[in-house]
């Protein structure tokens, strides 16, 4: 079962280097999810007994604004902007535009994006990305607070120009209703390196317990449990630890205990993840967010929904560790590659914003694909 992810990208690359597989390639491009979702994905007969575990990032994957830049819905939503356009420099070295759309992975050979060339860039569909003015100005329409109901202190966020908006994308609480519909067994495990963890848990608790949500007013309908403690995972060159309230886990008394620890977590809570381990390490796979694999486990899958999980193993943000033996310690580094759509997602905020199904499809589209690979190891 070592093969989990190999025979994957035995499957998604043919001899000749293309893609041959028949489940989706990643959100990007065209902005129609229908084009992304096999058919009858959405009514296959999955496993409603697996427990879904899923590690959900916060800024530019649920939230559209950043406290630790300080930046509102504009700002950040232009910031991921200038990650998904893309362009090279030409011989005269100028900046060229390859593609007028926005995508998560690159339109052809030898692009790069905005970002990657110059950096963080203020005001970035002002200047030089003003061509995606009209993609900045449709999303924020769709981010707007409804008009006629009073802002929330929790859910609402106050944007540039004073213009009230969602703080918690409604895909997100979409996506919980769409789980506890289909009866599946799961959790959710915020995971995060910046400081928006408490108040996120309080907004959460607004909407699920109060019904506070002017769109979602009967969440506390669901029922759904709320871990209000924030947790920390905490990295170094010893091992990981893993501590919220009194819990506490260490990867020196095996990898597999912290495992079995996140799989039995239930409902909704969340942990800060280690940010300076990640920049020591060069913002690369080695110091990126844990996430335990275990291919063997067809009880619990493991699901990370990130924007920042990249194909390039030299910067991404989620470290995948795959366990090797059916009940073993043991674990190798998957590269994201061979993980991708099976249990890592690269968020794609403009779909999380247009569509309020997105986080869902691109669950079901990690459940096929992992069964899949589960039936393939098996054989």
Request: charged share 25%; net charge negative.
């Amino acid at each position: 079962m070592e093969e989990f992810s190999e025979n994957y990208c035995r499957e998604a690359e043919g001899h000749d280097g293309t893609n041959s597989r028949d489940v989706p390639e990643p959100v990007c491009g065209t902005g129609d999810p229908a084009e992304t979702v096999p058919r009858g994905l959405l009514s296959s007969h999955q496993d409603q007994r697996k427990k879904l575990v899923l590690h959900v990032d916060l800024n530019n994957t649920i939230l559209v604004s950043d406290t630790v830049t300080a930046q509102g819905p504009v700002a950040a939503l232009e910031g991921f902007l200038s990650t998904a356009t893309w362009g090279q420099m030409s011989g005269q070295g100028k900046w060229e535009w390859l593609s007028d759309s926005a995508s998560l992975l690159p339109p052809c050979d030898g692009a790069v994006s905005y970002y990657s060339q110059f950096g963080r860039t203020p005001g970035f569909t002002s200047a030089a990305g003003r061509r995606f003015r009209g993609i900045l100005d449709e999303h924020l329409d769709l981010l707007r607070w409804p008009e006629g109901t009073k802002g929330d202190g929790e859910l609402s966020v106050k944007g540039e120009g004073g213009r009230l908006y969602h703080w918690i994308l409604p895909s997100f609480f979409q996506l919980l209703k769409d789980l506890v519909e289909e009866r599946r067994d799961f959790a959710i495990i915020f995971r995060t390196f910046g400081t928006d963890l408490p108040r996120v848990l309080r907004a959460l608790s607004r909407a699920l317990n109060e019904g506070a949500h002017p769109l979602f007013p009967d969440l506390p309908d669901l029922k759904l449990n709320l871990n209000m403690t924030p947790g920390k995972i905490r990295c170094s060159k010893r091992g990981i630890v893993l501590s919220r309230g009194e819990d506490r886990m260490s990867s020196r008394d095996g990898e597999r205990g912290l495992y079995q620890y996140l799989s039995s977590v239930e409902g909704l809570g969340g942990f800060n993840d280690h940010f300076d381990w990640w920049a020591s390490n060069s913002f690369s796979i080695r110091g990126g967010k844990p996430l335990w694999v275990d291919p063997f486990d067809q009880h619990v899958q493991h699901i990370f929904i990130d924007d920042n999980i990249r194909q390039n193993d030299e910067d991404t943000i989620v470290h995948p560790k795959v366990f090797l033996d059916p009940g073993g310690a043991e674990t190798r580094t998957a590269c994201t590659s061979e993980l991708y759509d099976i249990t890592l997602v690269q968020t794609d905020l403009l779909q999380a914003i247009s569509h309020p199904s997105y986080f869902t499809r691109r669950v079901h589209i990690c459940l096929e694909n992992y069964e899949r690979n589960l039936q393939q190891g098996a054989g």
